[in-house]
């Protein structure tokens, strides 16, 4: 039995004892879980070994020592306005001032709607606690936590549970107009740039933002009603690509 089947056992083996509740069955789905441990770093090693002991194949050989070089420096230390700076909040604030300086600001350029389709309302929006555990069970158990701390791994694995709190949640938060003060932050962490030879240049690093899964769990339930409603009474304009399935940006 390969990995992959030990792992369709402990899932099948978790949903009967979430639905029994018996010892017994939340006795089978432990051992089953240590044998998933177990194969998985059998399998691993198993990889390794051939990775390591195949004279015929040296591109696999590479690209597995490629993949344990892991960048832990960070942020290198940072060149602005002739002077070096090693200091972390001295780096976050020159970081922060060329990211601001970079933002592109709203041009105020009207948006073009088709006349024959500015008529079409969009119904209000009902968000179902079936449609929410969909999306929970989607998620990338390896995608970094927002601010709140919720871990994807934890809200995919209690989708059946979080659903219905989370709808209401998500249902009162459109009616209202509002959210969460927290969905509104994010973790911002410098990424440098492949290809870039200066890493004491701030301009060579990218932002990327770590917002609230949560949050980006109900806009994308928002997103999928609106813009399906956009696509089906064909209001969009052929200049909009953003955004937009089977659209080059």
């Known amino acids: 039995m390969n990995v992959k089947n030990y792992h369709g056992k402990k899932k099948r083996a978790y949903n009967k004892a979430k639905r029994s509740k018996l010892m017994s069955d939340w006795d089978r789905f432990k051992l089953l879980n240590k044998s998933c441990i177990k194969k998985n770093k059998e399998a ?52 922060n001032e060329c990211y601001v300086n970079v933002f592109s600001k709203d041009s105020n350029i009207p948006v073009v709607i088709k006349s024959s389709s500015i008529n079409q309302s969009l119904n209000d929006i009902i968000i179902s606690s079936n449609g929410v555990c969909v999306q929970l069970q989607r998620i990338k158990p390896s995608t970094a936590a927002g601010p709140d701390g919720i871990q994807a791994k934890f809200l995919k694995e209690f989708a059946p549970e979080l659903s219905p709190a989370l709808t209401i949640i998500f249902q009162a938060s459109l009616e209202q107009s509002s959210i969460p003060t927290e969905w509104s932050h994010a973790y911002v962490t410098p990424i440098y740039k492949s290809g870039k030879d200066d890493r004491g240049n701030p301009e060579n690093y990218r932002p990327v933002s770590l917002t609230s899964i949560v949050c980006k769990t109900m806009e994308h339930i928002l997103y999928s009603n609106i813009i399906n409603h956009l696509d089906e009474n064909n209001i969009l304009t052929d200049m909009q690509h953003g955004f937009r399935k089977n659209h080059s940006c």
């Open 44 to 95: 691993y090693n198993k990889y390794v070994n051939d990775s390591l002991s195949n004279d015929k194949n040296s591109k696999k050989f590479f690209n597995y020592i490629k993949s344990k070089k892991k960048d832990h420096i960070g942020v290198s230390p940072l060149y602005h306005k002739g002077k070096c700076y090693i200091d972390d909040t001295n780096k976050a604030d020159i970081l």
